[in-house]
């Protein structure tokens, strides 16, 4: 299995991250892609994945965290990233990034453009993006389609529609299918997830939030994403073995792993 959105940099805070990704090797996860949110943490997602194999990385802002200062940063996000792509290191996306309108729409002008510099540095970069969406997918999609991403990205933590759903895999994307989907309640978005091509779901704990059902008020972690597996295995109609290896298949090609 690959996770491929967990912040362990945030899970390292509160759990011991060696224990947490051995615990998650012998649960069966290869692969973790570790996003950051802001220019803070670039630093650390970058050191666990030389600490650790398997690890890899994603730079960029997460909406929730944009400041004033961010577009500033912006210009020392495309540096690292020219860096790091000369020094091979394992930087496989731009995230998260996105918007959030949850708390409302104050600052909704400098999200917009902070989430524009951002795909217009996955497309120089040619790197996929991972996108954080709340309470915004109408205007996500409208500037997605202004500004297609060339090597396309993820709507992570994916809840809602069957349509809202296909909207972005027309676009070219994947969805990121997570821990809503071990709660019974969420039929919305069960009901999608049975149904959209199982060639665009890629799986993802986001570690330390999105609790599993059973484990509420736990710090998530990556073992935990079997759960999420086998709850897409009840599902969908395909053996556990094709939905499996065609996940693994589905998270490679996005991220382009140099491991292979
Ligand atoms: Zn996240």
Redo the contacts with the bound molecule.
């Keep these: 299995m690959i996770d491929t959105?967990c912040?362990l940099d945030l899970v390292a805070k509160s759990l011991d991250i060696d224990t947490v990704i051995e615990q998650a090797k012998i649960a069966g996860v290869t692969h973790f892609i570790v996003?950051s949110?802001h220019h803070l943490s670039w630093s650390a997602v970058r050191l666990l994945s030389e600490r650790f194999s398997g690890v890899y990385y994603a730079l960029g802002v997460?909406p929730l965290f944009i400041s004033e200062d961010s577009l500033e940063y912006m210009g020392s996000l495309e540096s690292i990233l020219v860096q790091d792509a000369k020094s091979h290191r394992r930087c496989v996306a731009i995230g998260?990034c996105g918007l959030d309108f949850f708390r409302g729409r104050e600052n909704e002008t400098l999200q917009t453009e902070v989430f524009r510099y951002q795909l217009k540095l996955a497309n120089k970069c040619q790197l996929p993006v991972?996108i954080?969406a709340r309470k915004s997918h109408q205007e996500i999609l409208a500037i997605l389609k202004q500004e297609p991403v060339l090597k396309g990205g993820v709507i992570?933590?994916f809840s809602g529609s069957f349509e809202l759903a296909m909207s972005y895999i027309r676009l070219g994307f994947y969805i990121g299918v997570g821990g809503t989907i071990t709660y019974e309640r969420a039929k919305k978005t069960r009901t999608t997830v049975s149904r959209i091509p199982l060639n665009r779901i890629v799986l993802e704990t986001?570690a330390p939030?999105m609790p599993i059902d059973g484990y509420q008020g736990d710090i998530n972690q990556p073992k935990r994403l079997k759960l999420v597996l086998s709850s897409l295995n009840v599902m969908r109609c395909e053996d556990v073995q094709t939905v499996a290896s065609q996940l693994i298949n589905n998270s490679k090609t996005l991220f382009d792993f140099c491991d292979g």
């Design positions: 959105h912040h996003p949110t997460h998260e991972i954080h992570h933590g986001d939030d």
